[in-house]
DNA sequence: CCTACCGATCGGTAGG
DNA sequence: CCTACCGATCGGTAGG
């Protein structure tokens, strides 16, 4: 196991290991981890065959790294889309339902606050759509992917029902992990 | 390249091509095609190593014959979804969306005759996602997945108009293709 | 479809 | 972080 390399000096610090993390998330994103060698790696950051294993004991330990790097922004998406679904299902809220179907009744002046409020709640969602997309576990555009995943939960409002119902034998949380499966494409 | 095995038997014809793409088929999704070894996929179908070798030229023309298997259902989902896109945007064609929008203030009685409509439409849909699902294209449950998948492109009735506004500057071909990206797992 | 095998490549290591 | 290398595995082939 590797202490630190260079001990005091003014030259780039250790990025050498970030440059393996982001080149290495790269190429399994385009060839795999088994299309992907440890050559292709090293050579990729100007290193030789055998040096990466001097920052990581194996190759598995590189793809641990990348993953680890993928998974905050994917949770995130998992709360947003886990929460969205309870604002819209739980505790009888009848006020999303509402501003989704009778929206064309409000008078302009009012539209523009709740459009104040709508822009606000997208921009965290396309923040977290983004992250993932440039991760490449979010295959189409990030912002037709925000509409059309809010589109998805949002139009189970009309036929989620919580309690009663024949197939809709569904708990929120399990709806929740479908609407992730559905959507990222974790290897 | 070889010609046909025996030349006349009553024993199984020469199903032993379509064990190797139905078990390579598995493999590669469990494993991907890297992480699947030709020995993996001749051992489960009680070959020896060199022996898929007389029915594919290759590992890859193995790959191709189970890429052709899946690409009759992603097509047809490619199509239901434009179709379906067609149907709510094209032609000022109002019908959809006063269907999806009022539904409520309809007859009971009248209701019954669209539901039954309704259910004929899902189940086309639903044998496409079920097969789908079956060779892990997709991800989601396949009942959930329809539900999901047609709330995202019923929903854009509230987001997309055609020829105006702004940043929706998508036509409906572009459209089908991100929700497909979105949704299908392809490799 | 099997036996026996080859050449190439790959993950990983020793020693500096 | 480099040089030099090893053992194992893999795709593919010859000959039957």
Redesign the interface.
């Known amino acids: 196991m590797p202490a630190k390399p260079r001990a005091a000096s003014s030259a780039p610090p250790d990025n050498r290991r970030a440059d393996l993390v982001r080149v290495a998330a790269r190429l399994f994103r385009e060839k ?4 992907t060698t440890i050559r292709d790696i090293a050579h990729a950051v100007g290193m030789r065959s055998g040096s990466p294993f001097y920052h990581f004991a194996n190759k598995h330990e590189l793809l641990m790294a990348v993953m680890e790097e993928g998974l905050p922004a994917a949770e995130r998406l998992r709360r947003l889309v886990r929460t969205h679904y309870g604002i819209l299902h739980d505790t009888g809220s009848d006020f999303i339902p509402v501003m ?2 009778d929206w064309r009744s409000l008078p302009a002046q009012y539209k523009r606050r709740i459009i104040e409020l709508k822009d606000r709640y997208d921009a965290i969602w396309q923040r977290t759509l983004d992250e993932l997309h440039a991760q490449g576990l ?4 990030a ?3 925000r ?10 409002a ?2 989620y029902r919580a309690k009663s119902r024949s ?1 809709n034998r ?1 708990g929120l949380d399990e ?1 929740a992990a ?2 992730i ?3 990222l ?1 974790t290897p």
């Open positions: 795999g981890f088994d299309g989704l179907y979010l295959r189409a555009d912002k037709l992917a509409l059309m995943i809010l589109g998805a939960i949002n139009f189970s009309t036929w197939a569904v709806l479908q609407t499966a559905l959507v494409h």
